[in-house]
C-alpha cells in the first residue's frame, strides 16, 4: 500500500528551530509538498521538492531525499503564529496527491 | 481575488436527506478535487476532475458523487447520507498536474446525525 508517516505532535520553545519529519512509500512520486493548517481553517501550500536536497524559503526550508523515501520541513526563529498542524504530501502521478495525518505543532513562549 | 469558494461552511443534516456542497474557482483551474478531513486520518481524496465532463473516482469514494459541467464549478453530492460521513471537506483545484500545489477552499463541516 501507500502511506505517508509524520510524527503526531510536536512541541517546541518560541525563537527555536524545529525539525518536522516525513516518511513516504507511494507506488510513484512527482513532488513532494508541505503544507501548513491553522485549527479549522484550509490548508495553505508551505513548500515543493522534486529533486533531492534542501529547498529554502525565509524561514521556512525543505529537505527531500528521494533514495531514503524521506523529507523533512525546518522551521527556523520560531514565532507564536508558526502553531499549527503541518502536512506532508507526495504527487504520486497524474492528479493523484496522498497526505500524510499531519504534525501538529504547539509553540510555547 | 484568486480562490476557492465553498458552501455552506457549516452544516448539519439527517440522515439520507440529500445535499449538495457548492465549490467554485476563479483561477480557470483544469484539475479539481474533493477531500474530507478526519482526525487521526489525515485528507483523503474521494473524487477528482481533469477537466470538464471529465473526473475520477479517489482513494473513499463510496457514497458520494460529482459533477464538472463547467470549468469552473464542481459541486459534491450526498445523495443519502450517513453519520459517517460526518467529517471536515475541503475543495481544492490546481492548473496541472504535479508540480503545482493545491488551492484549497475554506472547507465545510459537515454532520448528519
Known amino acids: 500500500g501507500q502511506n505517508i508517516d509524520q510524527p503526531t505532535e510536536m512541541t517546541a520553545t518560541e525563537g527555536a528551530i524545529v525539525q518536522i519529519n516525513c516518511t513516504y512509500q507511494t507506488s510513484g512520486f512527482n513532488g513532494l509538498f508541505w503544507y501548513q493548517q491553522h485549527a479549522g481553517e484550509a490548508p495553505t501550500f508551505l513548500s515543493y521538492?522534486?529533486?533531492?536536497g534542501l529547498e529554502e524559503k525565509g524561514r521556512f526550508s525543505s529537505f527531500l531525499s528521494r533514495s531514503k523515501g524521506y523529507s523533512y520541513l525546518l522551521l527556523k526563529e520560531l514565532q507564536m503564529k508558526d502553531s499549527a498542524s503541518y502536512l506532508c504530501a507526495v504527487n504520486t502521478g497524474g492528479f493523484k496527491t496522498i497526505f500524510g495525518a499531519g504534525t501538529r505543532l504547539f509553540v510555547k513562549a | 481575488e484568486a480562490q476557492v469558494t465553498q458552501n455552506p461552511r457549516y452544516l448539519i443534516t439527517v440522515t439520507g436527506k440529500k445535499l449538495t456542497v457548492t465549490c467554485s474557482q476563479n483561477m480557470n483551474h483544469e484539475y479539481m478535487s474533493w477531500y474530507r478531513q478526519d482526525p487521526g486520518l489525515g485528507l483523503r481524496q474521494i473524487y477528482y476532475s481533469m477537466n470538464v465532463e471529465v473526473t475520477d473516482k479517489g482513494d473513499v469514494p463510496e457514497g458520494y458523487k460529482v459533477s464538472r459541467k463547467e470549468k469552473r464549478n464542481f459541486p459534491l453530492i450526498l445523495e443519502s447520507p450517513s453519520p459517517n460521513q460526518t467529517s471536515l471537506y475541503f475543495c481544492?483545484?490546481?492548473?496541472?498536474?504535479?508540480?503545482?500545489?493545491?488551492?484549497f477552499g475554506n472547507g465545510t463541516r459537515l454532520t448528519v446525525t
Open positions: 521538492n522534486v529533486l533531492d
Open positions: 481544492a483545484s490546481t492548473p496541472s498536474q504535479g508540480r503545482s500545489p493545491l488551492h
